[in-house]
């Protein structure tokens, strides 16, 4: 079975600073997706970003980027120039890309502090 | 394009009552994914549906948890019976084409059981 570890249950940032968020995940299949999300005090869960497993280039979203090291199995989220509006709990999830898989599997997330 | 929205946000049960929560998905979206998120922990897969459909049901809790997806109207997540250990957040997530797209999630109903 997939699991999904974050171990970092809380991480500090100045803001206008970068701080990265570690996430691993444990899985046998060669293909398959990774997202963070973001969880602000609302509870919305929003997407920041998603990236395919086949694809070597890592995925960019604005300010955010990830560092995926599919060998080590290690898909860590890269704030750049932190706001005070990037303060939230961060989950990283795993996805099968198997036909009729769909299950999201979370990790217990890292909440995030940016310090003015 | 609304999002995925549900509703109540809020809702308090006392032990032994009822509690329905209700999802409207994505305009176009015909697939409906719930999730809990117990206190400090990720959220956990708990059914899949489709249109009058349950495809997935397998991360419900086998008694007093149901769900349906009518072929008009909501999605609702009934749970009967209610007990302290049942007060969570509950998402809602919904997808276009099917369970390889990517689900996106409503603001949840945080419930809590006096």
């Known amino acids: 079975a997939q699991t999904v570890t974050q171990s970092q249950p809380e991480m500090s940032v100045q803001e206008a600073e970068t701080v990265t968020l570690s996430c691993t995940y444990d899985?046998?299949?060669?293909?398959?997706?990774l997202f963070w999300y973001k969880q602000p005090p609302s509870r919305q869960m929003i997407l920041v970003i998603r990236?395919?497993?086949?694809?070597?280039q890592n995925a960019t979203e604005n300010r955010f980027s990830v560092n995926f090291q599919k060998a080590a199995k290690s898909f860590s989220l890269k704030i750049s120039d932190s706001q005070l509006g990037d303060a939230a709990m961060y989950f990283c999830a795993y996805r099968s890309s198997t036909s009729g898989t769909y299950k999201y599997i979370f990790g217990t997330g890292t909440r995030l502090k940016v310090l003015a | 394009n609304a999002g995925v929205m549900q509703n109540p946000r809020h809702l308090v049960r006392r032990r032994g009552q009822e509690a329905r929560l209700r999802c409207s998905p994505m305009k176009g979206h015909s697939h409906v994914y719930w999730y809990r998120q117990l206190p400090e922990e990720g959220l956990k897969f708990m059914v899949y549906?489709?249109?009058?459909?349950?495809?997935?049901e397998s991360g419900m809790p086998k008694e007093r948890f149901s769900a349906e997806f009518p072929k008009e109207g909501p999605s609702i997540l009934r749970i009967q019976q209610v007990v302290r250990g049942d007060s969570a957040a509950y998402f809602c997530a919904s997808s276009p084409q099917g369970p390889t797209d990517t689900q996106y999630f409503g603001p949840g109903t945080r419930l809590t059981v006096l």
């Open positions: 990236q395919e497993a086949y694809k070597q």
């Open positions: 899985t046998s299949e060669s293909d398959y997706y």
């Open positions: 549906l489709q249109k009058e459909n349950i495809i997935d």
